[in-house]
């Protein structure tokens, strides 16, 4: 199993905040990385996939880097909207996803 | 519009299989493959496999011996059975689409870009 762990687990931030969150693999998946956002009572939201190509309709103050065992996704002006639960998720190996990150109001 | 709707029991028995059906409406079946997913509440995300268009899946390990997937293109649906739920297999099951890269060497590297809503099943006497 390919192991994925996001840091931090929870992130206090404010409106206009730019933010970064980290996934690292437990080993080499390239840059079969995707991003999704996870809202209370919904379905996760695809972001981001191969690591930086961010899908469409997605706002362009998401973006997201890395390729190898280590992964970011920033957020680079926090807007209301963006309050929510964040999942990376590697598709080079079966399937597994991070533990999740909690962007909360400050 | 892409539309993914799971139907099925909400509330299965220990030691009994859970069956679960996801409609597609919106797009050909046959051009794209297929996830199931769940998520236990207040926890994270679990893959528990992967079907091609033609039926052939990609189970994960760890539920390998309990599931079982199909498709029935011609009916704009596919389908799970889970065998000998416990406690631990109460979830919130998604199905989704998925969506493919292609790596240099010609590989398909698959992703979910669209999910259902979900439908909660709950394992219980």
């Not at chain 2, 799971?6 to 051009?31: A, D, F, H, I, Y």
């Not at chain 2, 493959?33 to 679990?46: D, H, V």
């Not at chain 2, 689409?97 to 698959?110: E, G, I, K, M, P």
Request: include cysteine; hydrophobic fraction near 30%.
């Amino acid at each position: 199993d390919i192991q994925m762990t996001q840091s931090p687990s929870t992130l206090s931030a404010s409106v206009g905040d730019r933010v970064t969150i980290t996934c690292r693999a437990s080993q080499n998946i390239g840059r079969w990385l995707a991003w999704y956002q996870q809202k209370p009572g919904k379905a996760p939201n695809l972001l981001i996939y191969k690591a930086s190509s961010l899908e469409s309709g997605v706002p362009s103050r998401f973006s997201g880097s890395g390729s190898g065992t280590e992964f970011t996704l920033t957020i680079s002006s926090l807007q209301p909207d963006d309050f929510a639960t964040y999942y990376c998720h590697q598709y080079n190996t079966f399937w597994t996803f991070g533990q999740g990150t909690k962007v909360e109001i400050k | 519009q892409v539309q993914l709707q799971e139907s099925g029991p909400g509330l299965v028995k220990p030691s009994e299989t859970l069956s679960l059906t996801c409609s597609v409406s919106g797009v050909s079946m046959n051009r794209y493959s297929w996830f199931w997913l769940r998520q236990p509440a207040g926890k994270g995300l679990e893959c528990i496999g992967h079907i091609s268009s033609s039926g052939t899946t990609n189970l994960n390990p760890s539920l390998k011996s309990r599931v079982t997937m199909s498709v029935d293109t011609s009916k704009n649906q596919f389908s799970m059975r889970l065998t000998s739920v416990t406690a631990a297999d109460t979830a919130l099951y998604y199905c989704a689409r998925a969506q493919w890269d292609l790596s240099v060497d010609l590989t398909n590297f698959y992703y979910t870009d669209v999910w259902g809503t979900g439908t909660t099943v709950t394992v219980s006497s």
